[in-house]
């Protein structure tokens, strides 16, 4: 099986390319539109800034080039947020495969609510979908992160921190995943290898 | 519900874990991996590596350790110690660190921390702060708390929040070593007035202590170092303590 992860300008990708050596599925970290077009799995992961990131996908012309991709394509975190719509995080127009507004938390009370929203929370009301297969209920799952997808009728599960937000999405080929399966010990092993058996 | 972290300190130097541990399970009690992965699997939310490696060129050891480390284990861990450059930080990340922590380096120049922020993003920077109450009124030391600076604590925790850091790693050197617990007030008192989490380090010695710093002391995370590693507290029964205690823990 041919993996592609998607090489742009964010930050911490080597910890996806270790997570999917741990399952023993061999990984390729590239821009390279070829290599990508005919991956049997792409995976979008991504820390950093939206709108710098949009920038750089779209010199590249990976933007069009992922809204065309037919195979399992898994976004996670900024991946998420860039499947989306629209994300506050400098008013930045996304790729739009989910049509889903990206918002900023807003703590009522700081002293109950931190930002960025950091740590091990739970992932609920988990729909029937292979990406969730065989998953313990509310499994932990590891965020950090500023910016969150609204709920939708593609949110897949979700997570409490101030309000309910879309913590998995899925959309015809595309699945995302605002926490780090690549730091949520096993329960991010299974979401990942459950992603590499679509 | 957002949880409270659980993180075991190890101190690094040369590449290999110091200050002794105390695990019957591991074949060498040096190696930082076999530790790391150890605390991993008995439920550790996150690691914290202190490299205390003196030389520059030692520390390129520590980069070839974060790789083995980010390899080995599959939940986020920290680098901290004698970072204070740009490139440090580069080096680090690239090699699968998920965080790192600066602190006498943020004291001596604070725009790094804005400078840190902006290139890497605020989740993956961590500044340190060690603290010591002096005649009532609380100082940040620097070099492992050897070292007085005339900035008071609260003001200086505002002032890294306020330049972008991530997380505050708060010590409390009064408190460091003594197992009576941690600094709760100090600590309620900084994490209410900041907008990120906060870490509580120092003075950890029983399970009510940690549960006291997640209630009193209004701490996001509690870390702790050698209670872990000579197996005073177990991570499994701590967190069984803690969910029965009420205390929002993933179990």
Same mark, same amino acid.
């Not at chain 1, 937000?165 to 015809?172: E, M, N, T, V, Y």
């Not at chain 2, 399970?207 to 996001?220: E, I, P, Y």
């Given at each position: 099986?041919k993996i592609?992860v998607?090489k742009?300008?964010s930050g911490?990708v080597q ?6 050596e ?7 970290l ?8 005919t991956?049997?799995?792409v995976i979008?992961?991504?820390?950093g800034?939206?709108?710098t990131a ?5 010199e590249?012309?990976?933007d ?5 991709l037919?195979?399992p394509?898994l976004?996670?975190?900024l991946?998420?947020?860039?499947l989306? %719509?629209?994300?506050e995080?400098?008013?930045t ?6 049509p889903?507004k990206?918002?900023?938390f807003v703590? %009522? ?7 960025p929203h950091v ?8 729909a029937?979908n ?11 799952v590891?965020?950090?992160h500023?910016?969150?997808?609204e709920?939708?009728?593609f949110t897949?599960?979700q997570t409490?921190y ?5 913590g998995?999405l899925?959309?015809d ?9 690549e730091?949520s010990?096993?329960v991010?092993e299974?979401?990942l290898s459950?992603?590499l058996?679509i | 519900m957002?949880t409270k972290?659980?993180?075991p300190c190890?101190?690094?130097k040369e590449?290999r874990t110091?200050?002794?541990v105390?695990f019957?399970?591991?074949r060498?009690a040096?190696?930082?991996v076999?530790?790391?992965k150890?605390?991993s699997?008995e439920?550790?939310?996150?690691l914290?590596?202190l490299d205390?490696?003196?030389?520059v060129d ?6 070839e ?5 980010a390899k ?6 920290t680098?901290?110690?004698?970072? #204070?450059t740009?490139e440090?930080?580069k080096?680090l990340?690239n090699?699968?660190a998920?965080k790192?922590s600066?602190? #006498?380096?943020?004291v001596k120049n ?8 902006a290139e890497?993003? #605020?989740?993956c920077?961590?500044v340190a702060?060690?603290t010591?109450?002096?005649?009532g009124?609380?100082?940040?030391h620097t ?6 600076t005339l900035?008071?604590?609260?003001a200086?925790?505002q002032e890294v ?8 790693l708060l010590t409390?050197?009064d408190h460091d070593?003594t197992?009576a617990g941690?600094?709760?007030?100090l ?7 900041l907008?990120i989490p906060?870490?509580?380090s120092?003075?950890?010695g029983t ?7 997640f209630t009193?002391g209004k ?10 590693h000579?197996k005073e507290?177990?991570i499994p ?11 929002s823990?993933? #179990?």
């Amino acid at each position: 099986m041919k993996i592609a992860v998607i090489k742009y300008n964010s930050g911490n990708v080597q910890s996806v390319l270790y997570a999917l050596e741990r399952l023993g599925a061999d990984a390729t970290l590239t821009d390279d539109p070829e290599l990508i077009r005919t991956a049997d799995k792409v995976i979008f992961p991504g820390q950093g800034e939206a709108s710098t990131a949009m920038r750089y996908l779209k010199e590249r012309k990976l933007d069009g080039l992922i809204k065309d991709l037919k195979q399992p394509f898994l976004g996670v975190c900024l991946g998420l947020q860039l499947l989306c %719509e629209h994300s506050e995080e400098n008013d930045t127009e996304c790729l739009g495969i989910f049509p889903v507004k990206v918002k900023r938390f807003v703590p %009522e009370n700081s002293q109950e609510f931190k930002v960025p929203h950091v740590g091990w929370n739970e992932l609920e009301n988990l729909a029937d979908n292979p990406l969730l297969k065989d998953l313990p209920a509310n499994p932990f799952v590891y965020y950090v992160h500023s910016f969150y997808a609204e709920l939708s009728e593609f949110t897949i599960a979700q997570t409490h921190y101030i309000h309910d937000f879309s913590g998995i999405l899925h959309r015809d080929n595309y699945y995302a995943i605002q926490a780090h399966p690549e730091k949520s010990g096993l329960v991010g092993e299974k979401l990942l290898s459950n992603f590499l058996s679509i | 519900m957002l949880t409270k972290r659980i993180i075991p300190c190890l101190d690094i130097k040369e590449g290999r874990t110091v200050k002794g541990v105390n695990f019957v399970e591991l074949r060498d009690a040096g190696d930082p991996v076999e530790l790391a992965k150890i605390y991993s699997d008995e439920g550790a939310d996150e690691l914290v590596f202190l490299d205390i490696t003196a030389t520059v060129d030692k520390r390129k050891t520590l980069a070839e350790l974060v790789t083995k480390v980010a390899k080995a284990i599959n939940i986020p861990f920290t680098v901290g110690g004698g970072i #204070s450059t740009i490139e440090d930080v580069k080096v680090l990340l690239n090699a699968g660190a998920d965080k790192i922590s600066i602190n #006498s380096s943020a004291v001596k120049n604070p725009q790094i921390i804005n400078d840190m922020a902006a290139e890497f993003g #605020s989740q993956c920077i961590v500044v340190a702060i060690d603290t010591r109450n002096v005649d009532g009124i609380d100082f940040v030391h620097t070099h492992g708390g050897r070292k007085a600076t005339l900035l008071k604590t609260q003001a200086w925790a505002q002032e890294v929040c306020d330049r972008g850091a991530g997380e505050i790693l708060l010590t409390s050197m009064d408190h460091d070593g003594t197992k009576a617990g941690f600094s709760n007030e100090l600590l309620a008192e900084i994490s209410s007035a900041l907008s990120i989490p906060v870490i509580a380090s120092g003075g950890a010695g029983t399970m009510a202590h940690f549960k006291d710093v997640f209630t009193f002391g209004k701490a996001d995370a509690a870390l702790a170092a050698s209670i872990f590693h000579f197996k005073e507290i177990g991570i499994p029964e701590l967190k069984r303590y803690l969910v029965d205690e009420g205390v929002s823990i993933r #179990s």
